[in-house]
């Protein structure tokens, strides 16, 4: 039996937990790699690691793209071979490598261009911004690698191969925790240093993703020998991907609005690079909560995909389900932890007093969008599964720009800077109050839309 023709086949409960718990365990080590980094970063002084909380924003747009084309190959391939076109979702899956390669190619321009300016904007701490444009210049230029490899991993994932991926994940983050201090210190390199450690994981994460393809035959063939290039698999893609990209491009803009915000309004220089490293910190301690999450929706996403073409509703709405219910359980967790010992979290980062002072009520404040957020994420990955990727936009939209950013201001003007925190939950709690019922809807229509044709193509055949 076809690994992907299982997912149409066995247990729901006991498919997505073989599915997911490896893109949960990956995840993980991708978080850890995350709060090692700017551990290390943070030892070499708090203008190092307010380099690299300002440069975030744009390490997030790249993340971003190659997010985006990967759940979109994903997404599509998981499609056409729920709808028995094999031949399709192999040309789909080149079509993805053409486009990682042009990618690449722009961010190599990119990153030889652009970090200077984009950090000169944010502060006007010049060491800061000299070691931020180090760093970001070796990330931007070389993020060739992390786009192909999760390109690899993702095609991998929608005929349900889910070790490999986790495999690379693993590889790649390993290697960065351990070159991490060797080049940051031994080495000598600062800042730099962690980015190279970076590069090098993703560069090896990548060597293996494309030896896989190479010595051991897969269920998706992406040698580009006879690859017939067509538009309808670059709009496949993009319907998807491009909304995804959009949206996590978006929370890049989030954070360099609220990074501005901090360093302006009415701050000490010591309070704005505090509130800003506290702000950082945030984005790398909720991986360890959000991550799981992401790598659930990576092993449910191929399952959504499959039996939406299957016409298979009541494994599809029980698969939404289940997903649903874990999500809510992890961020249960997670808001515990960040509500009882949040000075614990921050101790981490070599804190000074005003960022630990700050960061304790911060981090129990932003903690209060866990729940709802939960709602947010499974339902953008329904949106993704039945090739809605604009509904997720539109969500991530209303979210980030209609309520997130407006209502930030609004605290910070009539109640102070400090209150900017709460400006979290209240987007998350509307988003959700919004979007559920619309994710509802569409479900219930896609799938009278899908019997419609299923039993028109009945009757042509007959």
């Not at 190659?66 to 997404?75: D, E, K, P």
């Not at 990727?389 to 102070?416: C, D, H």
């Not at 109050?433 to 019997?451: C, E, G, H, M, S």
């Amino acid at each position: 039996m076809k690994t992907s023709t299982k997912l149409g086949e066995r247990p729901i409960g006991r498919l997505l937990f073989t599915m997911s718990i490896p893109a949960i365990f990956s995840m993980l080590v991708q978080a850890l790699y995350n709060i090692i980094d700017s551990y290390f970063v943070s030892k070499i002084g708090s203008e190092a690691l307010n380099s690299v909380s300002l440069s975030f924003p744009l390490q997030m747009i790249v993340t971003a793209v190659a997010i985006g084309l990967g759940i979109g190959v994903n997404s599509l391939i998981s499609r056409k071979k729920g709808a028995g076109e094999d031949e399709e979702a192999n040309q789909a899956a080149k079509t993805s490598i053409l486009l990682a390669i042009i990618l690449g190619i722009v961010f190599v321009v990119l990153g030889l261009t652009i970090p200077r300016l984009f950090l000169s904007s944010m502060t006007d701490n010049e060491t800061v911004v000299e070691l931020g444009t180090g760093y970001l210049t070796i990330i931007l230029s070389l993020s060739f690698f992390v786009i192909m490899e999760i390109t690899l991993t993702r095609i991998l994932q929608a005929v349900g191969n889910m070790i490999i991926p986790m495999l690379c994940q693993l590889l790649g983050a390993i290697t960065n925790i351990i070159l991490d201090p060797i080049l940051i210190f031994n080495a000598g390199m600062g800042v730099r240093g962690a980015a190279a450690a970076t590069i090098i994981g993703q560069g090896l994460a990548l060597v293996l993703a494309i030896s896989v393809f190479i010595f051991r035959k897969q269920e998706i063939n992406i040698s580009l020998r006879n690859f017939k290039f067509k538009l309808e698999h670059v709009k496949g893609i993009l319907v998807v991907g491009l909304p995804v990209t959009i949206m996590n491009s978006i929370g890049s803009i989030t954070t360099m609005t609220m990074n501005t915000v901090l360093n302006n309004y009415h701050l000490t220089l010591d309070d704005a690079e505090a509130a800003v490293n506290v702000l950082g910190v945030y984005f790398r301690l909720q991986s360890f909560v959000f991550m799981p999450i992401f790598g659930l929706t990576q092993g449910g996403m191929p399952i959504l995909g499959y039996n939406y073409k299957a016409n298979k509703k009541k494994r599809y709405v029980k698969t939404v389900k289940y997903i649903l219910i874990t999500s809510l359980i992890i961020f249960g967790v997670g808001f515990v932890v960040f509500q009882t010992i949040p000075h614990l979290l921050l101790s981490i980062f070599h804190p000074t007093e005003l960022m630990m002072s700050i960061g304790v009520r911060a981090l129990r404040i932003i903690s209060l969008c866990f729940i709802p957020v939960g709602f947010g994420i499974v339902f953008a990955n329904v949106f993704q599964s039945l090739g809605h990727g604009f509904k997720s936009l539109a969500m991530t939209l209303f979210r980030q720009l209609i309520v997130l950013i407006p209502t930030a201001l609004i605290l910070t003007i009539y109640t102070g800077v400090n209150n900017i925190w709460y400006a979290y939950g209240i987007a998350e709690l509307m988003a959700t109050l919004v979007f559920t019922p619309i994710a509802i809807y569409t479900i219930n229509k896609q799938f009278r839309i899908r019997d419609y044709q299923l039993s028109s193509l009945k009757e042509l055949a007959s």
